[in-house]
């Protein structure tokens, strides 16, 4: 059986800010012009999320694409513009789910998981490409004051 051990090392990951664990394996050659500058038409990495750990409230500027390898299920957060809590459940069941561009989102195991294994890992696609100038770490107390229904959710995964 592998571990998050195994992964990170055959895969060579390092820590995100956000948590968990990645590494970028693919950007375009080519470029687009956004508002934040250019940007890699797709960028793609891998990542991994062990059971002790959560990818933390954040956004990013482009549309996000997870797709699910191996592991536990991981269950994905966002909330809408308009306060609703969107959550999906990526795992061997549900094998991509899309983030859309500009809200805030966050992952962590699913709780109701009930395989022994400690880790998901999974690959995400950003279109246009990921650039660290367009990641935003959430702040808990601002988006409690925005989405106070979303308190204990919101307190629990920000760091």
Not at 12 to 17: D, K, W
Not at 84 to 105: K, R, Y
Not at 110 to 136: I, M, N, Q
């Amino acid at each position: 059986m592998k571990t998050s051990r195994h992964w990170v090392q055959t895969l060579g990951l390092e820590p995100h800010p956000e948590g968990g664990f990645y590494k970028r394996i693919y950007a375009h050659k080519d470029n687009l012009e956004t508002a934040s500058g250019a940007r890699s038409l797709t960028t793609s990495i891998h990542y991994l999320l062990e059971a002790n750990d959560y990818s933390a409230w954040h956004r990013i500027k482009s549309d996000e694409l997870w797709y699910f390898h191996d592991g536990a299920p991981l269950t994905i957060r966002w909330i809408l513009p308009t306060g609703q809590l969107i959550s999906e459940t990526l795992g061997h069941d549900q094998l991509m789910v899309c983030v859309p561009a500009n809200v805030w989102f966050c992952a962590e195991i699913a709780k109701e998981s009930h395989e022994h294994t400690t880790y998901s890992l999974v690959s995400c696609v950003v279109t246009p490409g990921f650039d660290f100038a367009d990641f935003e770490m959430g702040d808990a107390e601002d988006l409690v004051t925005l989405y106070p229904q979303h308190r204990d959710v919101i307190c629990r995964l920000c760091r």
